[in-house]
């Protein structure tokens, strides 16, 4: 744009000068432009102002990181193998000694063996017999003996006892049959006894009626009702079909009746 300008305005010195005009030398026109030319860019490079070319530094070189050898890793180790105890040896097993042979047993030994439990019960009979002894018999028959306590057995029986006094319990379970006596054993031989149980005989009269049980042994139904029982002491109950109920005792004696009464 300013070059525009310098050459309108050295078109316009020419023209003010008169160059234009036919007659003039070209050559000497061509200068004059050319003249012109040169001066213009002397004044605009004179008048221009100077470029500032920013000054660009340099940032200082950088030296390169240090080259640090990796590190050594040692290779891994595999732990040592575990020592394993060899598996314990079993001992060699005992000898075992065989059993020694059942001993012989000659004939006459096996037979004393045999017969010992026979001899044994012979000593104690034989001491029995040479002890002194009861004879004891009962009418009736099978009743159970106890003696202080102990049961010696059921009549008749013979049973061996120490001197001097005991007393005696004869039982029996029909009709709860009980006696009881007292014996006096001599220091030597024996002594007999015989116990004879009488009977005698019990009627019930009883209202409302009711079921007779004596000793806890059921009798029937009364009235009218009569039964025999041996001589001694026994427990009448009587239980009426309303659950009502009585007891009381009676003592029996020999060929002789009882008269029980009752009314509830």
Same mark, same amino acid.
């Given at each position: 744009?300013?070059?525009?300008? +310098? *050459?309108?305005? *050295? ?13 003039? %030398? ?20 004179? +008048? ?27 290779? !891994? ?21 065989p059993p020694p042979p059942p001993a012989q047993v000659a004939p006459a030994e096996r037979k ?40 010696? #057995? ?10 001097? +006094?005991? $007393?005696? +319990? ?11 006596i007292t014996v006096e054993v001599p220091k030597t031989g024996s002594v007999t006894e015989k116990?004879?149980?009488? $009977? ?15 000793? %806890?042994?059921? *009798?029937?139904?009364? !009235? ?18 309303? #659950? ?21």
């Amino acid at each position: 744009m300013d070059q525009a300008r +310098t *050459m309108d305005g *050295m078109t316009a010195e020419v023209r003010a000068a008169g160059l234009n005009k036919a007659g003039v %030398n070209p050559l000497a026109v061509s200068v004059f432009i050319a003249s012109a030319l040169a001066g213009a860019v002397v004044v605009f490079l004179a +008048t221009r102002p100077p470029e500032v070319v920013p000054l660009v530094v340099a940032p200082p070189p950088v030296a390169p990181p240090p080259l640090v050898p990796p590190p050594v890793v040692p290779p !891994p180790t595999s732990p040592p193998p575990l020592a394993v105890a060899p598996p314990p040896v079993a001992p060699p097993p005992a000898e075992v000694a065989p059993p020694p042979p059942p001993a012989q047993v000659a004939p006459a030994e096996r037979k004393d063996k045999d017969d010992e439990p026979r001899r044994k019960k012979k000593d104690r009979e034989e001491r029995d017999e040479n002890r002194p002894h009861l004879n004891l018999d009962s009418a009736p028959a099978g009743l159970t003996v106890k003696a202080d306590g102990k049961v010696l #057995g059921k009549t008749p029986l013979s049973v061996a006892l120490k001197p001097g +006094t005991h $007393r005696l +319990t004869l039982s029996g379970t029909k009709f709860g049959l009980s006696r009881q006596i007292t014996v006096e054993v001599p220091k030597t031989g024996s002594v007999t006894e015989k116990i004879v149980l009488k $009977r005698g005989s019990v009627r019930v009269l009883v209202r409302p009626a009711a079921e007779v049980f004596v000793n %806890n042994i059921p *009798m029937g139904k009364a !009235p009218p009702l009569s039964f025999p029982l041996y001589e001694g002491e026994y427990n009448l109950r009587l239980v009426t079909e309303d #659950g009502s109920e009585r007891s009381q005792p009676v003592r029996i004696t020999a060929d002789q009746e009882e008269l029980v009464k009752v009314i509830f």
